[in-house]
Structure formats: structure tokens, C-alpha cells
């Protein structure tokens, strides 16, 4: 199926340092949602934007809904080694199906 | 706390029997999806049920089946379950309810991790 472009694929940082990843797309989204998910769990809800221009902070997190409504970044502040895991971004076109479309998901690691 | 709940979690089956994943949901929302993730790929839809009507992707094959009794439970039913079914397979809802951001915002599942032997 269709799939936004999110990146970087994976990182390896030093506990302490900020977090970057964006996720883009040719097409127009409403909605853009990121989730994180453990290994052998379900994606848990990080953070969700419903307007184009929107930053929205969780914690040490903060995600932004790009102008153009075709992309959007997270970031992660002072990451800790619970932040291990795969962050996927999704948007959403229509409210009325809910249909998600993911990125291919980046992997974090950290280093203690 | 409201949530999204999967049994079981983890399901060894054998090739070509019948197996059944439950999920309930005490947040009350109206749409409820299940979705198969393959190892280090993204969630990908089967299907969606909007209140009780179905919704069925049009490459999810034929051997996946869905049942919605209530508003609390859906069921997704594997009729003959082949090697390359063994999957993490997700429940996620969307609504209304409780605690819930927006309407069109999905929450997920622990997940089932199926096993076919």
C-alpha cells in the first residue's frame, strides 16, 4: 500500500542528544498522528495535529504539521534510553474513514 | 483507564486450522480496525467496521474474516491460517468516547502475535 516517506530509517545516538525525523508525501494530508511503538507491543499515541502550521509539544517531545500540509517532523529533546523503539508517523486524508497512511517507521537506539 | 484490549497475546497455531483473535474496547468509539504488521514494516489495514457496517480492503485476501457482535468486541477470525499469516496483528478503535482527542484519532492494542507451525 501507499506509504509516506519517513527518515532517517534508523539512528544510533549518545543518551543526552535531540532527536530528529520527518516524514513527507506528494499528497495532502489532515491529519498527521505519531505513534511509538516497543517491540512485541501495539504503536502507542505520541502525538497528534490536526492543523496546517501546528506545533504541539508532549514532554520532551514536539511535532510540528507542515505548512504545506504534506509533511511533518518530531523531534526529541534530551532522549533517555526508554526512548529506544520505532517511531511511525501517519497521516490521514479524510476524517470520515480514518484510513491511516504510515511511514516506513525510524528506529531509535540509545546509547547509555 | 479506557482502552484497547487483545487476547490473547501471543497464538501458536497450525497450518491450516481455524484460529480466532478477540479484541475489546472500554473507550466506547464507533469504528474499530485491524490491522497485520510483518516484522519491521509498518501496520497494514485488513479491514474497519464503521459502527456495523464493514469495511474490507481490496487486497486483504479472502482467508481473513471479521465479526463485530457489539460496539465493545470485534473478532478477527483466520480460516486457514498459512506460513505466511504469522504476524503481529493489531486492533486499533476511533470515536467519540472516552478520553479521546478527536473523533478520526486512533488508539491501538497490545497486539496478538501469531504463530503458524
Known amino acids: 500500500g501507499q506509504q509516506l516517506n519517513q527518515s532517517p530509517q534508523s539512528m544510533f545516538i549518545q543518551e543526552g542528544e535531540d532527536v530528529s525525523m520527518n516524514c513527507t508525501s506528494s499528497?495532502?494530508?489532515?491529519?498527521w498522528l505519531w505513534y511509538k511503538q516497543d517491540p512485541g507491543e501495539g504503536p502507542v499515541l505520541l502525538i497528534a495535529?490536526?492543523?496546517?502550521?501546528e506545533l504541539t509539544s508532549n514532554g520532551r517531545l514536539t511535532a510540528q504539521f507542515g505548512i504545506t500540509r504534506k509533511d511533518s517532523f518530531l523531534n526529541i529533546s534530551a532522549s533517555i534510553p526508554s526512548d529506544v523503539g520505532i517511531y511511525f508517523c501517519?497521516?490521514?486524508?479524510?476524517?470520515?474513514?480514518?484510513?491511516?497512511?504510515f511511514g516506513q517507521g525510524t528506529t531509535l537506539q540509545v546509547k547509555p | 483507564d479506557a482502552m484497547v484490549i487483545q487476547n490473547p497475546r501471543y497464538q501458536v497455531t497450525q497450518f491450516g486450522k481455524p484460529v480466532t483473535l478477540s479484541c475489546s474496547q472500554t473507550?466506547?468509539?464507533?469504528?474499530m480496525y485491524w490491522y497485520q504488521q510483518k516484522s519491521s514494516q509498518a501496520p497494514k489495514l485488513l479491514f474497519h467496521?464503521?459502527?456495523?457496517?464493514?469495511?474490507n480492503e481490496a487486497d486483504t485476501p479472502d482467508n481473513f474474516q471479521s465479526r463485530r457482535p457489539n460496539t465493545s468486541f470485534c473478532f478477527l477470525d483466520i480460516r486457514s491460517p498459512g506460513l505466511g499469516d504469522a504476524a503481529m496483528y493489531l486492533c486499533?478503535?476511533?470515536?467519540?468516547?472516552?478520553?479521546?482527542?478527536?473523533?478520526?484519532?486512533?488508539?491501538f492494542g497490545p497486539g496478538t502475535r501469531l504463530t503458524v507451525l
Open positions: 486499533a478503535t476511533s470515536g467519540t468516547g472516552l478520553g479521546t482527542i478527536r473523533a478520526d484519532t486512533q488508539y
Open positions: 499528497s495532502i494530508f489532515n491529519t
Open positions: 495535529l490536526y492543523k496546517a502550521g
Open positions: 501517519a497521516g490521514q486524508r479524510s476524517s470520515n474513514t480514518g484510513k491511516l497512511i
Open positions: 473507550l466506547n468509539h464507533n469504528v
Open positions: 467496521y464503521y459502527d456495523k457496517d464493514f469495511n
